[in-house]
C-alpha cells in the first residue's frame, strides 16, 4: 500500500478543525476530505478493501429520484440489492410499472479521469427502455460517493449498450465535482485514489481500492503530525 497502517492510524489522531486553523493553505483540501471520509472508510480504503452498504446507495438514489421527478422524469423508486452469490439486483418503479433486472459488476474502474462500470444483465435480454441511461447513470454515482463525496448527478453520462452489456462513463462528472476539482499541493486528490473492481456480497458493495500519496504530501502530513507531538514510526512497505 502507498499508505503504510501506521500512518493511516496517526490520521486518525488528527484534530481537523484545529490543523484546518493552523494551516490555512490546507484549508480547502481538508473541507473536502472532512466531508467525503469517514476515519473507518480512510482505514478501509487504505487497507485495499471498502464496503458499502446498499442502504447507502439507495439514499444516495433516492434524492437523485426525488430530483428527477420533481422535474417531469416518470420515476417513482429505485432499488439496489446485493447478494452473497455476487449478483447485484436492481429494481426501478415507473408510472407505466416495475423494472427488474438481476446481473454482475463485470468492471468498476476508477484511475486518474479514467472513471467507468461495466454491468452485465443476466437471466433476461436487457429491455429497450427509455430510462435505461437514467437508471445506470444514477446508479454508478451512487457507488462512487462513499469514495469521493457528494456529486451532482446527471442525465448526460456517456452510456453504451451493447446486447446485455451496460458501459457507464462517469469520467467527467468526477472530474468536475468538488472532490475532482481540489488539489492538495498540486495533487488532485482525484489522483489519490483507485478502483480496481467491485464485488456485490450480502447487503452490500466490497470495492477493491488502492491510495496513491505522493511523497511531498506525505512529508507534509508528516511534519504535521510531529508538530502535534505525535511521534510516527513510517513503514516503508508498500
Not at 9 to 26: G, H, I, R, S, T
Not at 91 to 108: C, D, M, N, P, Q
Amino acid at each position: 500500500m502507498d499508505l503504510p497502517a501506521a500512518w493511516v492510524e496517526q490520521v486518525k489522531k488528527v484534530d481537523w478543525a484545529e490543523l484546518k486553523e493552523k494551516v490555512q493553505d490546507y484549508g480547502p483540501a481538508l473541507k473536502v476530505l472532512r466531508g467525503t471520509w469517514t476515519k473507518e472508510s480512510l482505514k478501509e480504503i487504505s487497507d485495499g478493501k471498502l464496503f458499502v452498504p446498499d442502504d447507502v446507495m439507495n439514499e444516495a438514489i433516492e434524492e437523485s429520484v426525488k430530483k428527477a421527478a420533481a422535474g417531469g422524469r416518470d420515476i417513482q423508486s429505485v432499488k439496489l440489492q446485493s447478494h452473497k452469490n455476487g449478483r447485484l439486483d436492481i429494481e426501478a418503479v415507473t408510472s407505466k410499472g416495475k423494472l427488474e433486472l438481476s446481473g454482475e459488476i463485470k468492471e468498476f474502474v476508477h484511475k486518474g479521469d479514467t472513471s467507468y462500470m461495466v454491468y452485465k444483465v443476466r437471466g433476461k435480454k436487457l429491455p429497450g427502455h427509455g430510462m435505461m441511461s437514467w437508471l445506470f447513470s444514477n446508479v454508478s454515482l451512487s457507488m462512487m460517493e462513499r469514495m469521493v463525496g457528494k456529486i451532482d448527478f446527471s442525465d448526460d453520462l456517456p452510456v453504451k449498450i451493447s446486447h446485455n452489456d451496460v458501459q457507464v462513463d462517469c469520467g467527467k462528472v468526477l472530474a468536475a465535482s468538488n472532490f475532482g476539482q481540489t488539489r492538495f499541493h498540486g495533487h488532485r486528490l482525484l489522483d489519490m485514489i483507485e478502483i480496481k473492481g467491485a464485488v456485490p456480497k450480502e447487503n452490500g458493495i466490497e470495492f477493491q481500492t488502492e491510495m496513491h500519496i505522493p511523497d511531498d504530501v506525505k512529508k507534509d502530513l508528516k511534519a504535521i503530525l510531529k508538530d502535534k507531538g505525535e511521534e510516527i514510526k513510517a513503514d516503508n512497505k508498500k
